[in-house]
Every structure is written in structure tokens, then in C-alpha cells.
Nanobody, 115 residues
Framework: QVQLVESGEGYAQAGGSLRLSCVAS????????VAWYRQAPGKQRESVAT???????NYADSVKGRFSISRDNGRNLIYLQMNSLKPEDTAVYYC?????????WGQGTQVTVLS
């Protein structure tokens, strides 16, 4: 069974930085699109960043210029670098990809930004 395990949860002051990592138990070399989502209390899960083959990225307007998604196919890792954090970035963050028609999600990691 494929597992995605996130790490890097924690607290940050507004304006600070955190880096989230997600390691997959399967190869991501053939995965077209990897992504990070987040869900804040009382809100729906939303897409934060996606990264496709060829380095094509897409970011939510709320994080453009502050967050950066990357991947290491050799180590099956997906990263989310978060800079200039804001209190409204507080949420549970999930990594995600689809492979062979199945969706895979991490268990979620809590990020709390203090004002």
C-alpha cells in the first residue's frame, strides 16, 4: 500500500519560514503532477501548489511569491518551502499525487503561524 508521510510541521512567527517534506513509499518518477493542499479550520481543503513534469508550477493566488514546491524523484520526496508566512497560512497541509488512476494523500501536518 502506498503511503505518503509528511514532516516539517510546527510553529512559525509571522514573516518566518518553514519547509514541509513528503516522502512516498513508491516511486514518484512517473507521477505527472505532485501537489500540496491545505485545510484550515472550518474551511474546505484547497490546492496550494502543484508541480508537473517539465517544472510547470501552479500556485494559489494567496501564496504566490511566498511558497515554492519542488520534488526529488530519486528520493521520492516532495517539498513545500514556505516563506513570509502569515497567520492565515495556518492549516493542516497535505501532499498528494495520483498514480495509475489512484489518489494518494499524506496524513496531514499542522502548520501554525503566530501573529
Amino acid at each position: 500500500q502506498v503511503q505518503l508521510v509528511e514532516s516539517g510541521e510546527g510553529y512559525a512567527q509571522a514573516g518566518g519560514s518553514l519547509r514541509l517534506s513528503c516522502v512516498a513509499s513508491t516511486s514518484i518518477a512517473s507521477v505527472d503532477v505532485v501537489a500540496w493542499y491545505r485545510q484550515a479550520p472550518g474551511k474546505q481543503r484547497e490546492s496550494v501548489a502543484t508541480l508537473a513534469f517539465g517544472g510547470i508550477t501552479n500556485y494559489a493566488d494567496s501564496v504566490k511569491g511566498r511558497f515554492s514546491i519542488s520534488r526529488d524523484n530519486g528520493r521520492n520526496l516532495i517539498y513545500l518551502q514556505m516563506n513570509s508566512l502569515k497567520p492565515e497560512d495556518t492549516a493542516v497541509y497535505y501532499c498528494h499525487f495520483s498514480k495509475l488512476g489512484k489518489d494518494y494523500w499524506g496524513q496531514g501536518t499542522q502548520v501554525t503561524v503566530l501573529s
